[in-house]
């Protein structure tokens, strides 16, 4: 499947389930001074969450384009990106968690044709209905991992809607960085998490304590690169369609090839995922200075700038 393929087969999928498909937000926000930039697929959807506004419809759908300055040092491995598109289905006090997980099973398996036997599970610690639903998927115990809240937890910022999550990783085999590991160990090719499952019941608050929500909610962002990369069998997103062009457009810049020189791959990934958030952060008002946002699209531009002269880009 080609990335226009999922996009399109993903909301269809929750449109036949009665998901009201909702347009992206733009990456700077309206109405929301926490926020610098549109940084999931929730965003617009806090107000329904929090009780504060009425949703066009209590099962919402969405590709939503996303930017996250917190990877920024991460982009150019083979799976963080800073932009990204964040394909989600939402639920607004409707169904809950065994529903949320029917369906991504159902999707994963039965449309995107993933191996069951290569998807692993994460949940937090104590949540026995989302473990219990999994098992009722067919997933094994021993394919289901508990972590706690550093790793199965989701927050919207310091204050706002949170909880618990469970995550669905790839598994791409036993890999020469990592043979006998798990989800959790970052660091390495073997797992690739392309699905997580919020379950958004919290608000926490300033001081940390939490209470709960108007509703029970559903929140889940399924990256549309790491699901490509992993339809396509390999762990490198920048070998998908959605990176290949800019790839081999530098490859022909450069003279250099991908994949040849060890050294050299990080620069090539830098340059071409940069790109590609600029050209969007760009496009959506974001303009070079010293402060806010301006500041972030400028530190991308020079990292660009450093990793394309590694590569010999001097134009």
């Known amino acids: 499947m080609q990335s226009s393929e999922i996009r399109r087969a993903f909301l269809d999928y929750f449109k036949a389930r009665g998901h009201?498909?909702?347009?992206?937000?733009p990456l700077v926000p309206a109405g929301d001074p926490t926020l610098l930039f549109t940084g999931a697929g929730m965003v617009q959807f806090k107000p329904y969450f929090m009780g504060l506004a009425e949703p066009p419809a209590k099962r919402l759908s969405s590709v939503q384009k996303v930017f996250r300055a917190t990877d920024l040092d991460?982009?150019?491995?083979?799976?963080?990106?800073?932009?990204?598109?964040?394909?989600?289905?939402?639920s607004v006090g409707d169904y809950f968690k065994d529903q949320a997980i029917d369906w991504a099973w159902d999707f994963l398996t039965n449309v995107c044709k993933l191996e069951p036997e290569k998807l692993r599970i994460t949940i937090y610690l104590d949540d026995e209905?989302?473990?219990?639903?999994?098992?009722?998927?067919?997933?094994?115990?021993?394919?289901?991992?508990?972590?706690?809240?550093?790793?199965?937890y989701w927050f919207s910022g310091d204050v706002g809607p949170?909880?618990?999550?469970?995550?669905?990783?790839?598994?791409?085999?036993?890999q020469p960085d990592c043979d006998d590991c798990e989800p959790a160990h970052d660091g390495h090719r073997r797992f690739l998490e392309i699905w997580n499952l919020v379950f958004m019941m919290l608000?926490?608050?300033?001081?940390?304590t939490r209470t709960e929500l108007p509703t029970k909610?559903?929140?889940?962002?399924?990256?549309?690169e790491r699901m490509a990369a992993a339809l396509n069998g390999s762990p490198d997103v920048y070998m998908t369609d959605l990176f290949k062009?800019?790839?081999?457009?530098?490859?022909?810049?450069?003279?250099?090839?991908?994949?040849?020189?060890?050294?050299?791959?990080?620069?090539?990934?830098?340059?071409?995922?940069?790109?590609?958030?600029?050209?969007?952060?760009?496009?959506?008002?974001?303009?070079?200075?010293?402060?806010?946002?301006?500041?972030?699209?400028?530190?991308?531009?020079?990292?660009?700038?450093?990793?394309?002269r590694s590569l010999g880009l001097t134009g």
């Open 74 to 90: 991460e982009a150019g491995d083979t799976s963080h990106l800073t932009f990204f598109e964040m394909m989600g289905n939402f």
């Open 129 to 152: 209905v989302a473990h219990d639903a999994w098992i009722k998927q067919g997933v094994p115990e021993e394919r289901i991992y508990r972590y706690g809240e550093d790793q199965n």
């Open 162 to 174: 949170c909880g618990p999550d469970s995550e669905i990783f790839y598994d791409f085999g036993p």
């Open 217 to 224: 909610n559903i929140d889940t962002g399924s990256g549309l």
């Open 203 to 208: 608000y926490q608050h300033e001081d940390g």
């Open 20 to 25: 009201v498909q909702v347009p992206s937000l």
């Open 245 to 308: 062009p800019s790839i081999e457009m530098i490859e022909g810049l450069t003279g250099r090839r991908y994949g040849d020189e060890p050294g050299a791959d990080r620069a090539f990934r830098v340059v071409a995922e940069h790109a590609r958030a600029l050209s969007f952060l760009i496009a959506d008002g974001v303009s070079p200075s010293n402060e806010g946002r301006g500041y972030v699209l400028r530190r991308v531009l020079r990292r660009a700038g450093y990793f394309g």
